[in-house]
């Protein structure tokens, strides 16, 4: 396949750093507990969050090796396509989206969404995809489409880990936890790493079973910052059924914070973490006169 150039960059404009606002609720004054939200969501629009904070340094890294195209994977619904796909767009990249299972037309609207933004897709049976790191896929992946800077599925890796920080260096406010969902543990890992003596991390698994995430948090601060920090936990209780499955219950929270606050909770990650932040204030397990900084991406 003849390679074209990436078209030129459009010149995106990210917030940076994005907005900290006080969420005020009922339910959480009689505990005293301050509740702060890092709008990392309002980032950009296409380039949400945490998906900004781990392209980063890649972005720069592709460019290092001299890299025109990003090649990357996900599932059919994946934030991480989409938001390559718009970064690529915006800085210049071709985009590759290698996505689990068959092909179904038309494309749902995440697909849809990224093939506008000029990723090519390509498929990969549920055998294979589970196979996608392996040499021969990625070596059958790299004939096909020429040299590529290949990120991980979710973006997630060291240099992912250490854009994820930087969150932590913009919150001027003094806070006691940081609250972030995790579906690879990548952002949860991060942000711990940059966290100051007595302050906590807490990452809500998005995913059933997510104990396995223990692993991976401390495998991506090993490999990001040579250091394993212990102070940042998991919670595996709120996965509601698992990853993009979905209870009455979570949607009746959903739009219960919607009309409280203004705020439409993602209820593939937020809102289970939400869901979670507030069932462990009533609890009692989050300390009277904390501070709680909620990461929304
Ligand atoms: C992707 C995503 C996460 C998961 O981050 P990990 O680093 O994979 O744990 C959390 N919240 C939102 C909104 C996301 O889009």
């Not at 590759?96 to 990224?114: C, D, K, Q, T, Y």
């Not at 090993?222 to 919670?235: D, G, K, M, P, V």
């Not at 929270?253 to 209820?267: A, K, T």
Request: proline fraction near 4%; charged fraction near 25%; aromatic fraction near 8%.
């Amino acid at each position: 396949m003849a390679t074209h150039r990436p078209s030129e960059p459009d010149g995106i404009s990210l917030r940076l750093p994005s907005p900290v606002v006080e969420l005020h609720d009922d339910r959480l004054r009689p505990h005293d507990v301050r509740l702060l939200l890092k709008r990392d969501d309002l980032i950009h629009p296409d380039v949400p969050g945490n998906k900004w904070r781990k392209l980063k340094f890649n972005l720069a890294e592709a460019r290092v090796q001299g890299c025109h195209t990003l090649l990357t994977f996900g599932g059919a619904y994946s934030n991480h396509l989409r938001a390559t796909a718009a970064a690529g767009r915006h800085f210049g990249f071709d985009t590759i989206g290698v996505v689990r299972g068959e092909e179904h037309l038309p494309l749902n609207e995440s697909l849809a969404f990224a093939a506008g933004m000029g990723m090519r897709l390509t498929y990969l049976d549920r055998t294979t995809y589970r196979r996608k790191t392996d040499a021969d896929v990625l070596s059958r992946l790299a004939n096909q489409f020429g040299p590529c800077y290949v990120l991980p599925e979710g973006g997630s890796n060291a240099l992912a880990a250490r854009g994820c920080a930087e969150l932590v260096d913009e919150i001027t406010e003094d806070f006691d936890t940081i609250c972030s969902a995790s579906g690879t543990g990548c952002t949860l890992a991060g942000i711990a790493a940059r966290l100051r003596q007595g302050q906590r991390a807490i990452g809500f698994s998005v995913l059933k079973g997510g104990g396995f995430l223990n692993d991976e948090v401390r495998r991506f601060q090993r490999e990001a910052f040579q250091a394993e920090t212990h102070n940042w936990s998991l919670e595996t209780e709120f996965h509601f059924g698992g990853y993009a499955k979905r209870k009455p219950e979570l949607d009746s929270f959903i739009s219960d914070f919607e009309d409280r606050h203004g705020v439409v909770l993602d209820w593939v990650y937020e809102a289970k973490m939400m869901y979670g932040i507030f069932a462990r204030v009533a609890s009692g397990s989050i300390a009277r006169g904390s501070t709680v900084v909620a990461v929304l991406c």
